[in-house]
């Protein structure tokens, strides 16, 4: 199983089964001096500049490669509650950093959950047997902040 990334403080479908410990990544990036000079132009007429979009991305993905890379060591299944943060290193240098928390996960079967129908959920057909339907708001949520 990959390392599957989630924003959210769980896993949609899974139940987490375990906090592993906090992972991180990050790279320090600096413009290329060529780039900056045409930056620097089309600052003047605007418009997107792509040199820092692409620059960034690049960022983006090493520095959660790098996470990932630390999650398998932990032998996570997954990393929840991801955010990214950048900072200034020096003029013309900075710093992307993603963290998050290294879980291992189960699959939630289809007999312990549900999911409403797509037109949202029909309290009128509700069973009114609790062992025999979960609802969303009775499922454990992890906090991978405590």
Same mark, same amino acid.
């Given at each position: 199983?990959?390392? $599957?990334?989630?924003? +959210? =403080? *769980?896993?949609?479908?899974?139940? /987490?089964? =375990? %906090?592993?410990?906090?992972?991180? &990544?990050?790279?320090?990036?600096? #413009? *290329?001096?060529? #780039?900056?000079?045409?930056?620097?132009?089309?600052?003047?007429?605007?418009?997107? @500049?792509?040199?820092?979009? =692409?620059?960034?991305?690049?960022? %983006? $993905? =090493?520095?959660?490669? %790098?996470? /990932?890379? #630390?999650?398998?060591?932990?032998?996570?299944?997954?990393?929840? &509650?991801? %955010?990214?943060?950048?900072?200034? /290193? !020096?003029?013309? !240098?900075?710093? @992307?950093?993603?963290? &998050?928390?290294?879980?291992?996960?189960?699959?939630?079967?289809?007999?312990?959950?549900?999911?409403?129908?797509?037109?949202?959920?029909? *309290?009128?057909? $509700?069973?009114?047997?609790?062992?025999?339907?979960?609802?969303?708001?009775? +499922?454990?949520?992890?906090?991978?902040?405590?």
């Amino acid at each position: 199983m990959t390392v $599957q990334l989630s924003n +959210l =403080e *769980h896993l949609p479908n899974y139940q /987490i089964t =375990e %906090r592993l410990d906090v992972v991180y &990544g990050s790279t320090v990036r600096s #413009k *290329h001096v060529g #780039k900056d000079l045409f930056a620097g132009l089309k600052n003047i007429v605007g418009g997107e @500049l792509t040199a820092y979009t =692409e620059l960034l991305e690049e960022s %983006r $993905q =090493e520095a959660i490669d %790098r996470m /990932i890379v #630390k999650a398998e060591a932990l032998g996570a299944d997954a990393v929840v &509650g991801l %955010r990214f943060s950048t900072s200034s /290193i !020096a003029q013309g !240098a900075s710093e @992307l950093f993603v963290y &998050g928390t290294a879980v291992k996960v189960a699959p939630i079967s289809q007999q312990q959950y549900q999911a409403p129908p797509s037109g949202g959920y029909d *309290h009128s057909s $509700q069973n009114t047997n609790p062992q025999t339907q979960v609802t969303p708001d009775d +499922l454990p949520r992890f906090n991978p902040f405590g």
